[in-house]
């Protein structure tokens, strides 16, 4: 076999700057030791999210270039609309300037105060919205994810028993049920074709929408073909509309797979949800043919979702993505098995076992990869997916301390990962040193973005005396 190359050359390049370890160590206090915090520019490596941050095509700026700014009817919606549904098949689009928007409306429009909204693990913001409204965000996720180490094809997979029960005990309270594709929340892993479909039958028999969060639906249709018996040799593109014949809407932030910088959409297959979703959607975000967006960005999400569906575009993504996890399993480190579609999620509390969950060891390791090498990662633990307790203030912990390397779609080569490779490897030998954070100041939701973090001092030699001795 050949090595897979990236199935591009480059045409624009943006240089990037190498800092000094100070530099580095006088950004982390100035920005309160919170990456979000961090000016890009002294950045060197920027694995905080493949969203929005992908390079686009000669086409897609290409396309840009005839965008129809019209306030309404302009051309540029209509073209976007028949790619929207020509992919995902539903009836009603709308177009909303980030998936978080489409979240809201959706929310605002269906959830009501003692409502419960099953999901196999919701994002960040999709459980924000949905509490915003007042109802509970409850992720079941397969029992077989729990499991880091073991590689299972469909971790990503919802637990159709749970579901199943839940749709019967709360039978009146559910207003959607959402299946992320893929589960970004539980280490980017995909759902298979089977559990969107039984996870389908359950809702349709109790007459509960079935919604998917679309934002990977293109790598989620690659792992089908990689992974699923039947699905070989359908194309991307085949699978895809097979997923979201089972749903009667979803949500989608064409900053993921729709290989866009900005942009996402709301659909539904019911004509009086998009109605009053229309009428919202006017006082926050826009027209019913702009949504927030401008023409040439939905110029750039319609062409984008066709070339997110290229199967050498997404060979090369999920190889270039395992290249960087199987470097760093072989070098020891615990990653969640197998590697997952857009990211390389490092079990900190594995690696850094000598840190309290307490002390939220993936922030620490997040903080010592910028320290070290430039890199900025993200914590997905208990700082992002953990909370207070309303009343008590104690900490409730996320289920699991992770950091992930998100791998912006199309931007870094082969070297630049090897990069990474080497910080990791030299982090993973030196891990004893790195001691834990403690929050100073957070805000009530989303704490993630702008909390402050103080590093606990730990010396390395207490550390080391508490390990057991070699033998
Ligand atoms: C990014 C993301 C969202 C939110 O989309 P934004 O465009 O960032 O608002 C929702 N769900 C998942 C799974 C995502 O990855």
């Known amino acids: 076999m050949p090595v897979i190359i990236e199935p591009f050359r480059i045409k624009m390049v943006e240089p990037i700057r190498m800092t000094t370890r100070a530099e580095r160590e006088a950004a982390l206090q100035k920005a309160g030791n919170n990456l979000f915090a961090v000016p890009a520019e002294a950045i060197l490596i920027d694995l905080l999210t493949d969203s929005g941050t992908g390079a686009m095509s000669a086409r897609q700026w290409a396309a840009m270039m005839v965008g129809d700014e019209s306030y309404a009817g302009g051309a540029s919606f209509w073209r976007f609309e028949e790619a929207v549904k020509d992919i995902f098949g539903f009836e009603r689009v709308i177009p909303t300037h980030q998936g978080r928007a489409a979240e809201r409306i959706l929310a605002s429009t269906l959830c009501r105060p003692g409502h419960v909204v099953p999901n196999n693990t919701h994002f960040d913001?999709?459980?924000?919205?949905?509490?915003?409204?007042?109802?509970?965000?409850?992720?079941?996720?397969?029992?077989?994810?729990?499991?880091?180490?073991?590689?299972?094809?469909?971790?990503?997979?919802?637990?159709?028993?749970?579901?199943?029960?839940?749709?019967?005990?709360?039978?009146?309270?559910?207003?959607?049920?959402?299946?992320?594709?893929?589960?970004?929340?539980g280490g980017g892993q995909p759902v298979s074709m089977e559990n969107i479909r039984h996870a389908s039958q359950l809702c349709r028999g109790q007459g509960v929408p079935f919604y998917l969060d679309a934002c990977r639906f293109a790598e989620n249709a690659f792992f089908i073909k990689r992974r699923e018996p039947g699905y070989e040799d359908l194309s991307l593109i085949d699978i895809a509309r097979e997923m979201?014949?089972?749903?009667?809407?979803?949500?989608?932030?064409?900053?993921?797979?729709?290989?866009?910088?900005?942009?996402?959409?709301?659909?539904?297959?019911?004509?009086?949800?998009?109605?009053?979703?229309?009428?919202?959607?006017?006082?926050?975000?826009?027209?019913?043919?702009?949504?927030?967006?401008?023409?040439?960005?939905?110029?750039?999400?319609?062409?984008?979702?066709?070339?997110?569906?290229?199967?050498?575009?997404?060979?090369?993504?999920?190889?270039?993505?395992?290249?960087?996890?199987?470097?760093?399993?072989?070098?020891?480190?615990?990653?969640?098995?197998?590697?997952?579609?857009?990211?390389?999620?490092?079990?900190?509390?594995?690696?850094?076992?000598?840190?309290?969950?307490?002390?939220?060891?993936?922030?620490?390791?997040?903080?010592?990869?910028?320290?070290?090498?430039?890199?900025?990662?993200?914590?997905?633990?208990?700082?992002?997916?953990?909370?207070?307790?309303?009343?008590?203030?104690?900490?409730?912990?996320?289920?699991?301390?992770?950091?992930?390397?998100?791998?912006?779609?199309?931007?870094?080569?082969?070297?630049?990962?090897?990069?990474?490779?080497?910080?990791?490897?030299?982090?993973?030998?030196?891990?004893?040193?790195?001691?834990?954070?403690?929050?100073?100041?957070?805000?009530?939701?989303?704490?993630?973005?702008s909390a402050v973090f103080e590093i606990l001092n730990h010396p390395a030699e207490v550390i080391l005396e508490s390990l057991p001795a070699a033998t």
């Open 244 to 449: 979201f014949s089972y749903a009667d809407g979803c949500t989608m932030s064409a900053k993921k797979d729709g290989m866009a910088n900005i942009g996402g959409f709301l659909c539904t297959n019911d004509r009086e949800v998009a109605r009053q979703e229309e009428e919202l959607l006017i006082l926050t975000e826009g027209f019913p043919t702009y949504g927030g967006l401008a023409g040439r960005d939905l110029e750039a999400i319609s062409v984008g979702l066709y070339e997110a569906l290229d199967l050498d575009y997404q060979t090369y993504r999920h190889a270039s993505t395992r290249y960087l996890g199987d470097h760093l399993a072989e070098g020891g480190v615990p990653i969640i098995q197998p590697p997952g579609g857009h990211a390389i999620y490092i079990d900190a509390a594995a690696m850094l076992a000598h840190i309290p969950r307490g002390q939220f060891p993936g922030q620490a390791l997040a903080l010592e990869l910028f320290r070290r090498g430039g890199i900025r990662s993200v914590e997905t633990g208990s700082v992002m997916f953990g909370s207070r307790h309303p009343d008590t203030g104690e900490e409730i912990p996320a289920r699991h301390e992770l950091l992930r390397l998100a791998i912006p779609r199309r931007v870094y080569t082969q070297s630049q990962i090897d990069y990474v490779v080497e910080v990791v490897l030299d982090t993973f030998a030196d891990r004893h040193r790195i001691s834990g954070v403690r929050i100073v100041e957070q805000p009530r939701r989303l704490r993630h973005f």
């Open 125 to 185: 913001t999709t459980r924000a919205n949905i509490e915003a409204a007042g109802a509970t965000a409850l992720d079941l996720p397969c029992t077989e994810s729990a499991d880091l180490q073991q590689p299972f094809l469909f971790k990503g997979n919802i637990d159709l028993e749970t579901l199943a029960r839940v749709l019967v005990e709360q039978a009146g309270n559910v207003p959607f049920v959402m299946v992320t594709v893929t589960n970004n929340g």
